[in-house]
Antibody, heavy 125, light 107 residues
Framework: EVQLVESGGGLVQPGGSLRLSCSTSGFTFSNFEMNWVRQAPGKGPEWVSNISGSGSSVDYADSVKGRFTISRDNAKNSLYLQMNTLRAEDTAVYYC??????????????????WGQGTMVTVSS | DIHMTQSPSSLSASVGDRVTITCRASQSINKYLNWYQKKPGKAPKFLIYGASSLRSGVPLRFSGSGSGTDFTLTISSLQPEDFATYYCQQSYSSSFTFGPGTKVDIK
């Protein structure tokens, strides 16, 4: 069974740092692009960052670029998100999610096919 | 960035009802549209990709349609386990933006 388990969330003051982890099992981790997605209270989800299976390619949402760093350790089947200079607007549940490619309607489509349960990050003084 | 909207924001329905949720993109996204289901305290569940292709294992009462900017998710006969919030997501651009969600609750 594919499983993703996030950890590392908590309460942090504005300007502070936090490191999230996502431990995975049940699939060949290095074969899959991985993502961080967050959901603020009462809002829709927001894609934050992704990293290729090898770790050689990363991308970020403009809202976190320069403050957050995504990384992975394929030997440990784990994904990470280093969050620096945190702001109140970063308060959200953070999910790790696996990217899958699916063929339909004549082309390949990327989707977040497996998600963890999430870890809460609260940025407040 | 591509902006996604959904309507209605919430709806009340009974078991057995036919339910339709609309999603609109701010620009054409062809058929690069996914749907997810979210229940409180649970991980989001991926339902539909390519606007209309059902993920393996998803019940056939779920269906999706649309292309360009306008899309719909239909549940043909609502079941007790379908009460949840549904989100659309575009995969046309790498910002992977989601809609604000449609909450389906019990009438």
């Amino acid at each position: 069974e594919v499983q993703l388990v996030e950890s590392g969330g908590g309460l942090v003051q504005p300007g502070g740092s936090l490191r999230l982890s996502c431990s995975t099992s049940g699939f060949t981790f290095s074969n899959f692009e991985m993502n961080w997605v967050r959901q603020a209270p009462g809002k829709g989800p927001e894609w934050v960052s992704n990293i290729s299976g090898s770790g050689s390619s990363v991308d970020y949402a403009d809202s976190v670029k320069g403050r957050f760093t995504i990384s992975r350790d394929n030997a440990k089947n784990s994904l990470y998100l280093q969050m620096n200079t945190l702001r109140a607007e970063d308060t959200a549940v953070y999910y790790c999610a696996r990217s899958g490619e699916y063929y339909g309607s004549g082309s390949f489509h990327k989707a977040f096919d497996t998600w963890g349960q999430g870890t809460m990050v609260t940025v407040s003084s | 960035d591509i902006h996604m909207t959904q309507s209605p924001s919430s709806l009340s329905a009974s078991v057995g009802d036919r339910v339709t949720i609309t999603c609109r993109a701010s620009q054409s996204i062809n058929k690069y549209l996914n749907w997810y289901q979210k229940k409180p305290g649970k991980a989001p569940k991926f339902l539909i990709y390519g606007a209309s292709s059902l993920r393996s294992g998803v019940p056939l009462r779920f269906s999706g349609s649309g292309s360009g900017t306008d899309f719909t998710l239909t549940i043909s006969s609502l079941q007790p386990e379908d009460f949840a919030t549904y989100y659309c997501q575009q995969s046309y651009s790498s910002s992977f933006t989601f809609g604000p969600g449609t909450k389906v609750d019990i009438k």
